[in-house]
């Protein structure tokens, strides 16, 4: 009579287990494979983006990816090959989040024959 017990006590042990710890891990897992995974946060702002700028910012010499937004043009003084007033700004290519789908072409800017 002892194993019909034990039989008949299990199913209640295995009712008690949280069920939320097994269906959280289907999420995350299913939240990776979504593009923002993919993407990295900048340097500077911690924003994650899909797009990067690789470079140097700083006398460290060490290549950062910063967003292609305002931390950019901070860095850079949105001269892509840097101007007089970042000299350790060295441009080092763009980073993409091949996730995304995003192109990290620049806009053309057009001229206004003035
Ligand atoms: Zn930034």
Redesign the pocket.
Known sequence: MHSQAEATFAPDIHHGQPEGSASRTKKDRKRNTSPSAYSKP?H??R?PSDVLVRCQIDSSLQWQF??T???WKDVSGGVVDGDAAHPFYKYGGMWKNKHAGVSAKKPKVKKTGK
Do not use: I, R, S
């Open positions: 900048c500077l702002c924003v910063v967003c937004k305002k931390c």
